[in-house]
T-cell receptor, first 114, second 115 residues
Framework: DAMVIQNPRYQVTQFGKPVTLSCSQT?????MYWYQQKSSQAPKLLFH???????NEADTPDNFQSRRPNTSFCFLDIRSPGLGDAAMYLC?????????????FGPGTRLTVL | AQSVTQLDSQVPVFEEAPVELRCNYS??????LFWYVQYPNQGLQLLLK??????LVKGINGFEAEFNKSQTSFHLRKPSVHISDTAEYFC?????????????FGTGTRLTIIP
């Protein structure tokens, strides 16, 4: 089945220790998104790629970076995680043919910061 | 800018009873509307979406939603719920058109089914 895969599902890191979360997709979609979802809150868009074009949300902290080396993979790098960065991180994809497109979500990576 | 309000953070419902989860939105432009479901420890899955046309939209798992432009609402309903419907439900909007694909989510409604 075509899908969005996130690894690892659970990640524990120490305060200030860089961490990378991974997302891959077999849907061949043009757009890939990263959302942050804190406990009992709505998912919040951090950034997205339309193909290789990177779009950063204005309020995304500089501590968060992303890479998309090819169509299938996208990475979220947190350079110096703080306690406030503990959250579920969701990757999503869409075809990129307009706002009506469905976004397909992966299962998420739950990040714990000690 | 768009905003979404889900007034009910938690809704407990007895099994086989009907349920309505409320969603109101605010936008200065036309929008597309979505309902997503999130089961425990999983990502979001699309239940249904309204783009245009008939205001009653049918989705997966027996859910439906009605778009009401005058009341700026998009409430989700199911006539008879099951234990497996226990999940978090998110309403979301996106401005219509091409080039702006930012979903704005509500804060979610946790649906708990009571046996």
């Amino acid at each position: 089945d075509a899908m969005v895969i996130q690894n690892p599902r659970y990640q524990v890191t120490q305060f200030g220790k860089p961490v990378t979360l991974s997302c891959s997709q077999t849907l061949n979609h043009n757009v890939m998104y990263w959302y942050q979802q804190k406990s009992s809150q709505a998912p919040k868009l951090l950034f997205h790629y339309y193909d290789k074009d990177f779009n950063n949300e204005a309020d995304t902290p500089d501590n968060f970076q992303s890479r998309r080396p090819n169509t299938s993979f996208c990475f979220l790098d947190i350079r110096s995680p703080g306690l406030g960065d503990a959250a579920m991180y969701l990757c999503a994809t869409s075809r990129g043919e307009g706002s009506a497109d469905t976004q397909y979500f992966g299962p998420g990576t739950r990040l714990t910061v000690l | 800018a768009q905003s979404v309000t889900q007034l009910d953070s938690q809704v407990p419902v007895f099994e086989e009873a009907p349920v309505e989860l409320r969603c109101n939105y605010s936008s200065s432009v036309s929008v597309y509307l979505f309902w997503y479901v999130q089961y425990p420890n999983q990502g979001l899955q699309l239940l249904l979406k309204y783009l245009s046309g008939s205001t009653l939209v049918k989705g997966i798992n027996g859910f439906e939603a009605e778009f009401n432009k005058s009341q700026t609402s998009f409430h989700l309903r199911k006539p008879s719920v099951h234990i497996s419907d226990t999940a978090e439900y998110f309403c979301a909007v996106i401005p219509g058109g091409f080039g702006n694909e930012k979903l704005t989510f509500g804060t979610g409604t946790r649906l708990t089914i009571i046996p």
